[in-house]
């Protein structure tokens, strides 16, 4: 990316719970803002929502490393759990469909109609 307006360390910056994201003001009277997840996934450009206007934020990736992916703290975990569940019954329609899987010997008329 080419010209960033500023480098703002995430120290600068300041989270709001509310729309859970860190902020900074932008000259144009917005702010920037960038998410936990974008941190998460190593992403460190700010952008102000109202203007062109990029910052580059200075941070330890080695700090979100641990994150969840998602930024919702406490729904995350209970997403989590439900994810789980789901994830419990998708094997368990894989294995069910292994079970009635059957395998047959094409018939001699259809490999010749292929080739």
Not at 6 to 34: L, N, Q, S, T
Not at 52 to 73: A, C, K, T
């Amino acid at each position: 990316m080419g010209a960033y307006y500023d480098e703002i360390e995430i120290e600068d910056m300041a989270w709001d719970e509310a729309k859970g994201v860190y902020h900074y003001p932008c000259p144009c009277g917005d702010r920037f803002e960038i998410s936990r997840k974008q941190l998460t996934n190593c992403e460190d450009i700010a952008t102000c929502p109202s203007c062109s206007l990029i910052i580059r934020v200075v941070y330890d990736p080695l700090d979100f490393e641990d994150e969840s992916p998602d930024d919702e703290g406490s729904a995350s975990q209970e997403s989590e759990e439900d994810e789980e569940e789901s994830d419990n019954s998708d094997d368990d329609q894989f294995e069910d469909a292994l079970e009635k899987l059957t395998l047959t010997e094409p018939s001699a008329a259809l490999v010749a109609a292929a080739a």
